[in-house]
């Protein structure tokens, strides 16, 4: 499942469920009080609903200033939701085209990565129709594409390249669904071709949550369940690395491309640290991260 790639005829399905893969680690887990995961359940969607009020107001400022905007919004969702996140690796300045590329684990990971490397998203067309987020994943840039519509995906990757070509950023999530973290999905190379066209380089990007259950979005799971489960975990760390951009121009087509990418982030995962449920990867939460994210 996936707020920005969810099933399709096309598109692949992960195996992970919610009841294998989201659940907490055991029943004996440290869990927050219900009264403390009903003040962070309030607080978020407070900030969430803050976001959607106040995005009229900000579309007119230039690029930058949204931009600036869009990351202290996302870190305040995060923080209200008793996110800690921890940044590691230096994004590049904006103004540099970059396709952003990321494993997909939860919806989490959308104001993550825009906390760090905001930029326009790809999203399937459905979200334009959702009430209250529709319109603010327009106003924010949203490149939206329909999934069930093969002939509409040339036409979606050239305008890709166009936003790249005039040096902006885009976010995709290229394995097409959501994975609990604890497996991975292929990453599927029509994105890059927008890379490969406009000649920018390819910013991947590895997410990470501990523990991995509650922050897992898959399978049939709900966004009431899941956000249930993220407020009331003890606590969640993400970590967001920030690893070496790939140059379009050394590779020959999109799938070479797509698979040197899907193998950076793979690489990283297999070097990271492992961290036990109750060990904090940073003690920052999310409005003090270290600067490195976007959405």
Request: aromatic share 4%.
């Amino acid at each position: 499942m996936s707020l920005l790639t969810g099933p399709s005829p096309w598109l692949p399905t992960a195996p992970c469920t919610p009841g294998r893969c989201a659940a907490h680690p055991g029943p004996d887990a440290p869990r927050a009080g219900t009264g403390r995961g009903v003040l962070r359940l309030a607080a978020g969607l407070a900030a969430v609903l803050l976001g959607v009020l106040l995005a009229p107001l900000a579309a007119p400022l230039p690029a930058a200033g949204r931009l600036a905007l869009v990351r202290c919004w996302c870190r305040a969702v995060l923080r209200a939701f008793g996110v800690r996140v921890r940044v590691t690796g230096r994004p590049a300045p904006q103004g540099v085209p970059l396709l952003v590329v990321a494993n997909h684990v939860s919806w989490l990971d959308i104001p993550l990565v825009a906390a760090v490397l905001p930029g326009r998203m790809l999203a399937k067309r459905e979200v334009r129709g959702w009430p209250l987020l529709g319109p603010l994943a327009a106003l924010g840039g949203t490149l939206f594409i329909d999934r069930d519509r093969l002939r509409t995906l040339p036409a979606t990757v050239a305008g890709m390249a166009h936003v790249l070509a005039a040096g902006g950023r885009i976010v995709v999530f290229p394995e097409g669904s959501t994975w609990c973290g604890r497996a991975s999905g292929v990453f599927r190379p029509a994105s890059f071709q927008a890379a490969l066209d406009a000649g920018s380089d390819i910013q991947p990007v590895r997410i990470d949550y501990r523990p991995a259950g509650p922050a897992a979005f898959v399978g049939d799971d709900t966004l009431g369940a899941s956000l249930w489960r993220i407020a009331t975990a003890r606590r969640l760390d993400a970590e967001i690395r920030i690893l070496d951009p790939i140059s379009s121009l050394r590779y020959p087509d999109r799938r070479t491309l797509a698979r040197a990418a899907q193998s950076t982030v793979a690489r990283e995962s297999a070097n990271l640290p492992s961290l036990s449920v109750h060990q904090r990867a940073s003690d920052s939460p999310a409005s003090a991260s270290s600067v490195r994210t976007p959405s």
